[in-house]
């Protein structure tokens, strides 16, 4: 039985155990979008998606992919890629610009998740260094990027969009690079795609995720903006190649 949330009790959230199977993850209904029951959400492993329309629902699906961000790899054209030299990234630059991107619809009958109390939510997290973004650039312009929530060392990737061939896997494997060097534990990729797992996510039951997320969603964090002024040519990005791809 789905849960319906108490839009006083911005804390509570049943325990992810009592998800449905199908669909896949379905916990709870109802509730708000202020960034008080969003960080609480995260931190149980919980998120919301919903349709223009439907009511608030949160999810936590079993498996869960995860990226860990020291074993993302790229394959010999996306390596060419990075090499080209014609894309820079940024942090923090411009999560508006990238979270306006990610709503756009995919093709010309699509729609979008990413309704307007999703984006004011977001930005309200962005705006409490929570919320961050990766942006992809070409000649000045947004060609790409990705969007996501930082909870302690473990990041909660959200949404990506490409305007140009890669460009939202250039901004993951930009996202990586840093979350390697700040020593991030995990990256919850939520459901799991073949893009996703070409780029080297993989699956994992919820219980070893929720293990995850409490030992590392627990450390300090980098809970502040990430732009620190420099962009990053993407051809500067170091990312490990696929096994038994020498090129």
């Known amino acids: 039985m789905i849960a ?35 960080i609480q959400a995260y931190r149980r492993g919980i998120f919301p998606w919903f349709s223009p329309g439907d009511p608030i629902l949160w999810w936590s699906p079993d498996p869960r992919a995860i990226l860990i961000p020291e074993r993302f790899h790229g394959s010999r054209s996306l390596r060419k890629r990075l090499r080209r030299g014609d894309l820079v990234t940024t942090l923090d630059r411009d999560f508006a610009g990238v979270i306006r991107g990610c709503s756009e619809p995919r093709d010309a ?28 650039w070409r000649a000045g312009e947004l060609v790409g990027g990705l969007y996501g929530v930082a ?8 949404s990506m969009f490409s305007r140009v061939s890669d460009a ?6 930009r996202l990586c690079e840093q979350l390697r060097d700040w020593e991030f534990g995990v990256i919850d990729c939520q459901m799991t795609t073949g893009h996703l797992l070409s780029l080297g996510a993989f699956e994992v039951p919820r219980a070893e995720f929720l293990t995850l997320l409490d030992r590392h969603g627990a450390r300090p964090g980098y809970d502040r903006s990430w732009d620190d002024g420099t962009e990053r040519p993407a051809c500067a990005i170091r990312i490990a190649p696929v096994g038994g791809d020498g090129g």
């Open 4 to 38: 319906l949330l108490d839009p006083r009790d911005r804390t509570a959230f049943p325990d992810p155990a009592q998800a449905l199977r199908e669909p896949n993850g379905l916990l709870a209904v109802g509730g708000d979008l202020s960034p008080e029951r969003l």
């Open 109 to 136: 009958d699509g729609g979008t998740w990413l309704v307007p109390e999703m984006i004011a939510a977001y930005r309200q997290l962005h705006e409490l260094g929570l919320a961050h973004s990766v942006e992809v």
């Open 151 to 158: 909870i302690g060392r473990a990041f909660f990737g959200e």
């Open 168 to 173: 939202s896997k250039v901004a993951l494997a």
